[in-house]
């Protein structure tokens, strides 16, 4: 579905609320042309209370800290960010929402250095329903692991969320989708698994929960944050700085992505190999349940992770 068939008309930009159709930039904006945009991917959900925005606070910490690198100076306090975001959604009656905060250079002059480009921000917001379908959270997906490797640390920041950088998940994507699986693992420079082109991964074996560390080119994902949070506190045992190898992959029990559009989905078969018995496993619909509740406002002690609208 195109946003064109959606129930959304206005875009935050530049400080102010503008139509959807007049939310344009120049076709020589640099960001355009050279990627140097950093953005993020936050949901809002329907809570008892209202629509809430989940863990709001970090995904803003890691927009400013995407632009770090790259000198992208964020115009506007993380407040008046709050506060235009906040306001679309009431504006527009959203219940629950998908929303996008991008901040990028723009139009002044081409050539690498971004120079005198001015810095755009602006803040879209949709209803964006299962990231791989609705299917998908219940069945789960089948994956191939990509021909293309993830992007090392240090040959561009795996930490900030740049817009320039997601041509290696597009070719991923583009990959696994032309020879018929639904998403792709990618693994890094090392050989080691990093994430998907969209998500985090995370492999249950005996009862125990692993997800790639930091260190393995992977971002350092909010949803992933939450999933090690709650896992947690469900009384499982997480190792969150684990090398896992493809052949680990195969034999694992559970497989499962997490992040903001994908929320926990999982994998039921990798490289046309089931993942257990090849459909969601126990500590997958665990984990998964209880990260709807709480996403929801259904359990108590997570209140800090939400901002109402
Ligand atoms: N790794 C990558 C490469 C990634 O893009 C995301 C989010 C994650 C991990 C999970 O991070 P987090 O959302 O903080 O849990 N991907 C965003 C963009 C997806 C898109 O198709 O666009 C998202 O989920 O919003």
């Given at each position: 579905?195109?946003?064109?068939e959606?129930?959304?008309?206005?875009i935050?930009?530049?400080?102010?609320?503008?139509?959807?159709?007049d939310?344009q930039?120049?076709?020589?904006?640099?960001?355009?042309?050279?990627?140097?945009?950093?953005?993020?991917?936050?949901?809002?959900?329907?809570?008892?209370?209202?629509?809430?925005?989940?863990?709001?606070?970090?995904?803003?910490?890691?927009?400013?800290?995407?632009?770090?690198?790259?000198?992208?100076?964020?115009?506007?306090?993380p407040?008046?960010?709050?506060?235009?975001?906040?306001?679309?959604?009431?504006?527009?009656?959203?219940?629950?929402?998908?929303?996008?905060?991008?901040?990028?250079?723009?139009?002044?002059?081409?050539?690498?250095?971004?120079?005198?480009?001015?810095v755009?921000?602006?803040?879209?917001?949709?209803?964006?329903g299962?990231?791989?379908?609705?299917?998908?959270?219940?069945?789960?997906?089948?994956?191939?692991?990509?021909?293309?490797?993830?992007?090392?640390?240090?040959?561009?920041?795996?930490?900030?969320?740049?817009?320039?950088?997601?041509?290696?998940?597009?070719?991923?994507?583009?990959?696994?989708?032309?020879?018929?699986?639904?998403?792709?693992?990618?693994?890094?420079?090392?050989g080691?698994?990093?994430?998907?082109?969209?998500?985090?991964?995370?492999?249950?074996r005996?009862?125990?929960?692993?997800?790639?560390?930091?260190?393995?080119?992977?971002?350092?994902?909010?949803?992933?944050?939450?999933?090690?949070?709650?896992?947690?506190?469900l009384?499982?045992?997480?190792y969150d700085?684990?090398?896992?190898?493809?052949?680990?992959l195969?034999?694992?029990?559970?497989?499962?992505?997490?992040?903001?559009?994908?929320?926990?989905t999982?994998?039921?078969?990798?490289d046309?190999?089931e993942?257990?018995?090849g459909?969601?496993?126990?500590?997958?619909?665990?984990?998964?349940?209880?990260?709807?509740?709480?996403?929801?406002?259904?359990?108590?002690?997570?209140e800090?992770w939400?901002?109402?609208?």
């Open positions: 579905m195109g946003f064109d959606m129930d959304v008309d206005t935050w930009m530049d400080g102010e609320f503008v139509d959807w159709e939310a930039v120049h076709v020589l904006s640099h960001a355009l042309h050279y990627g140097t945009g950093v953005f993020e991917g936050v949901r809002c959900y329907a809570t008892e209370d209202g629509p809430a925005i989940f863990r709001w606070d970090e995904h803003l910490e890691r927009l400013y800290d995407s632009g770090k690198p790259y000198d992208i100076e964020i115009p506007y306090e407040a008046e960010l709050t506060e235009a975001t906040t306001e679309l959604i009431r504006r527009q009656d959203l219940e629950s929402c998908y929303i996008r905060p991008i901040a990028f250079y723009g139009y002044d002059m081409l050539g690498l250095d971004p120079g005198e480009c001015p755009s921000v602006a803040v879209a917001v949709w209803p964006w299962a990231y791989l379908g609705e299917e998908a959270i219940e069945e789960g997906v089948d994956v191939a692991v990509s021909s293309w490797r993830k992007y090392a640390s240090s040959q561009i920041p795996t930490n900030a969320k740049t817009t320039g950088t997601y041509v290696n998940s597009v070719l991923a994507s583009l990959e696994a989708k032309g020879n018929g699986y639904l998403e792709a693992i990618l693994l890094n420079k090392e080691y698994v990093a994430e998907g082109p969209g998500e985090n991964l995370f492999l249950v005996d009862g125990e929960v692993y997800t790639p560390g930091l260190s393995q080119s992977n971002l350092d994902g909010i949803t992933r944050r939450s999933v090690i949070e709650i896992a947690r506190d009384g499982y045992t997480v700085q684990a090398q896992l190898s493809r052949g680990e195969y034999t694992a029990d559970e497989l499962f992505f997490s992040g903001t559009a994908a929320e926990v999982p994998i039921r078969s990798v046309d190999n993942i257990g018995s459909s969601r496993g126990p500590v997958t619909e665990e984990i998964q349940s209880t990260f709807f509740d709480v996403v929801e406002g259904r359990v108590d002690g997570y800090e939400f901002t109402y609208v």
